[in-house]
């Protein structure tokens, strides 16, 4: 069992949905999580951080950590075709220098 | 501001030859981590440097090396290149205390034939 698990998609949904994008994983020492957008030939952008479990709320975005299920969510309101893009999750063990473990990334197509 | 920058953006080897990758941290940033990313995969760590050194390394063979300069600019070098070795190659950067957020750079393409 990988330790991240993430539906790889293709994800296609039509203007203005909501989505809903999730992970699990498996070490529970695990307390840093975070959501990287990733356009076609260009580098992770971070998009949100969440430290242990909770929500998250920044504008149109929502991150969600359940670590009793061991489960993250990213939710997206009111999608725009610039939000078409790879997402992926990430996490860490430990603060500041603990390397991040990624998520496969979905492919969200958001049709205008 | 400048981000993370990498050199070069796309690259053509061959079997057996020797690549040099470059990258400069975001400004202020002192820890450079470099991340491999194949086709339809995420990114898996590499290894990472602070102080001119390297501080932890993920699974990747010793073909993989690399190094941190006092400007904390960084290199990653691959000798032996294989054909499994095509990838983006990201450089990402950080503060060493105080922050488990990475910046990323738009990565080198790196092809090997």
């Known amino acids: 069992q990988k330790e991240v698990e993430q539906d790889p998609g293709p994800l296609s949904v039509p203007e203005g949905a909501i989505v809903s994008l999730n992970c699990t994983y498996s070490?529970?020492?695990?307390?840093?999580f975070m959501w990287y957008r990733q356009y076609s030939r260009k580098g992770p952008e971070l998009l949100m951080y969440?430290?242990?479990?909770g929500n998250k709320e920044d504008g149109r975005f929502t991150a969600q950590v359940d670590k009793s299920s061991k489960y993250i969510s990213l939710f997206i309101r009111d999608s725009q075709p610039s939000d078409s893009a790879t997402y992926l999750c990430?996490?860490?063990?430990?603060?500041?220098?603990?390397?991040?473990?990624f998520g496969k990334g979905t492919r969200l197509s958001v049709i205008a | 501001d400048a981000g993370v920058t990498q050199s070069p953006t796309h690259l053509i080897k061959t079997r057996g030859q020797q690549v040099t990758l470059r990258c400069s941290p975001k400004?202020?940033?002192?820890?450079v981590s470099w991340y491999q990313q194949a086709l339809g995969q995420g990114p898996q760590f590499i290894f990472q440097y602070y102080e001119e050194e390297e501080r932890q390394r993920g699974n990747f063979p010793d073909r993989f090396s690399g190094h941190q300069f006092p400007n904390y600019s960084s290199e990653l070098n691959v000798n032996a290149l294989l054909l499994g070795d095509s990838a983006l190659y990201l450089c990402?950067?950080?503060?060493?205390?105080?922050?488990?957020?990475?910046?990323f750079g738009s990565g080198t393409q790196l092809s090997v034939l």
């Open positions: 990430a996490m860490s063990a430990g603060s500041g220098n603990t390397p991040l473990v």
């Open positions: 969440t430290y242990s479990s």
């Open positions: 070490n529970s020492a695990f307390q840093y």
């Open positions: 400004s202020g940033h002192d820890t």
């Open positions: 990402a950067s950080s503060f060493w205390e105080g922050s488990e957020k990475l910046f």
